[in-house]
């Protein structure tokens, strides 16, 4: 079967949307690229594709450039055949990622070796708890006079974490704010750290980036900010919230499950060479 691929963003809705949003959780992440793609935070050079069986889509893929391939939930038989159709395209991948299993079956069918492998774990909201120690503060919602700050703030974030950002963040900071997905933790005034949360789409929201300056660590301010924007989105209506975190930060995986988070299923991002 043939992988349907366009560059028109509805068009590509339309075949993929249904049927990601039959899984929310697990296709967390192409739900919230889809909405910043209809938003134009991408660009341009975006590549999305979807797979259909007797009619009905049954896998989806997307890329804004220069990311990773994103590959949803699909059905593990159908990942050699995409490998093998980009290949003959000559679509340039610089890496791939989702579902370990999906992700590890693309790189072992791509024409490039691997250059890194980064594991990450899926995390779901079970109980809400506490914090069990924190030093003070408070949180709020951030406005547009925070934006410098939280440009910075995402920027240092991104390069901690060494993944590709747009070239330029503010029009993404400022959309989140605009949208109040940016929550600040403060102490007598000042911001120590802040916390990310996706409006809720089919239900789900996910948390991410949180972020605490190297200065102010070791408090309990990302634990903190990170039970608050959980708070916001059950208060403003999410069923499921979600998180990813790197399987290598041992601290912040036991950060999350201190907050009330389980796995769900495990997450590669893979690079080629």
Request: overall charge negative.
């Amino acid at each position: 079967m043939t992988w349907t691929f366009t560059s028109k963003v509805e068009v590509y809705a339309g075949a993929a949307e249904p049927w990601l949003l039959r899984d929310p959780v697990r296709n967390t992440v192409p739900l919230t690229v889809l909405r910043g793609m209809r938003g134009g935070i991408w660009g341009d050079d975006l590549l999305m594709g979807w797979l259909e069986r007797g009619g009905e889509t049954v896998a989806a893929v997307c890329q804004t450039a220069p990311h990773l391939l994103l590959l949803a939930d699909v059905p593990l038989d159908t990942v050699r055949g995409l490998a093998t159709q980009l290949i003959e395209a000559e679509r340039v991948i610089p890496g791939v990622s989702g579902p370990l299993p999906q992700a590890e079956a693309f790189a072992a069918a791509w024409w490039r070796p691997v250059a890194e492998r980064r594991p990450e774990r899926l995390y779901r909201l079970d109980s809400p708890l506490p914090p069990s120690s924190l030093s003070g503060g408070a949180s709020r919602t951030a406005t547009k006079d925070d934006l410098e700050l939280l440009v910075t703030w995402s920027e240092e974030f991104q390069a901690e974490a060494g993944s590709v950002a747009p070239a330029v963040l503010t029009p993404l900071v400022a959309g989140r704010i605009g949208r109040r997905e940016l929550v600040l933790w403060e102490v007598d005034g000042r911001p120590v750290a802040f916390a990310g949360v996706s409006s809720p789409i089919g239900g789900m929201s996910r948390v991410g980036p949180v972020y605490t300056p190297p200065e102010h660590r070791g408090q309990g301010y990302g634990a903190a900010v990170s039970h608050a924007v959980t708070a916001k989105a059950l208060a403003e209506g999410a069923g499921e919230v979600l998180l990813f975190t790197d399987l290598a930060n041992s601290t912040s995986n036991s950060i999350y499950q201190a907050i009330g988070y389980r796995p769900v299923a495990d997450y590669a991002s893979i690079t080629f060479r």
